[in-house]
């Protein structure tokens, strides 16, 4: 391959710590070829970075960072003079940072954008059904800034503004979503891609790399790209890889790929250079 397109939380690090073995098959596939780390985070890959540099993931085992998060501004810019009502933690403020961002209650919203929930260690996405009942009342549209239902935040799983965006769609209103598995951020990946390698580089010579089968699988897949999936992610319990000294059991990971919508070329318990 002459680019990797790499998934960040569950394969470099789980919230908490990052994985060496990941960065370093990182910095060793750089030797000869592009490395852009691809994250539903609701942030700006700006924000992620110094957070990436806090868990000790060298700058040197990749050439840029898309999120999510990136492309939700893009909408905003473009959507300059809405208001906007912001459903989502403090913390994913920086969204908004250099914005001329109008906030407003959802009564005077003309969008919504979604980052998470609030207190994502305690709630659902049952919390909310009463804010997002008013949001349907007015027929407001969401900017969901992160796809995933759930992320694994130290071995735990965190729902996340995928899990609000689903029930919204459930109760019949519209979602826009920025992040995998969508043709959009792919199609923004391969324009990073060729920048960094001074080209532009066929689809067929990428690889994707991600722990997730219903985003990062699914999306890279739908995109036309190969897919590596990292089994000790965010389905380690799923696939018998919770307990740290479990092994990786090939003929259960194939059993459980044959009932998914989605399939990767091939599998590895954690991102390592072999």
Request: hydrophobic share 45%; with cysteine; glycine share 10%.
């Amino acid at each position: 391959y002459d680019a990797v397109l790499c998934d960040v939380w569950g394969v470099i690090h789980n919230g908490v710590e990052a994985h060496r073995a990941a960065a370093d098959a990182l910095l060793r596939f750089r030797e000869r070829g592009v490395v852009i780390l691809v994250s539903n985070a609701p942030r700006p890959g700006a924000v992620v970075l110094p957070h990436l540099d806090s868990l000790g993931v060298p700058r040197g085992a990749y050439d840029g960072i898309l999120t999510s998060g990136d492309l939700a501004r893009q909408i905003l810019v473009e959507g300059a003079g809405q208001a906007v009502h912001h459903l989502g933690p403090e913390r994913d403020r920086p969204l908004f940072e250099g914005l001329a961002t109008r906030f407003a209650p959802i009564e005077a919203a003309d969008i919504v954008i979604c980052t998470g929930l609030v207190d994502d260690e305690r709630e659902t996405a049952e919390d909310y059904r009463g804010r997002l009942e008013a949001m349907r009342a007015r027929d407001l549209p969401m900017v969901c800034a992160n796809p995933d239902i759930v992320v694994e935040r130290g071995g735990q799983l965190i729902p996340c503004a995928g899990a609000l965006a689903a029930l919204y769609e459930e109760m019949g209103g519209s979602v826009l979503y920025t992040g995998k598995p969508h043709r959009p951020i792919y199609q923004a990946a391969l324009e990073r891609v060729s920048a960094a390698a001074g080209r532009p580089v066929d689809p067929a010579r990428i690889l994707a790399v991600g722990d997730a089968i219903r985003t990062d699988i699914a999306g890279a897949t739908a995109f036309g790209l190969d897919a590596l999936l990292i089994a000790r992610g965010i389905h380690a319990e799923e696939l018998g890889l919770a307990s740290p000294a479990a092994r990786l059991d090939p003929a259960q990971i194939e059993r459980w790929l044959a009932t998914q919508g989605a399939r990767p070329i091939g599998f590895m318990d954690k991102l390592k250079w072999e």
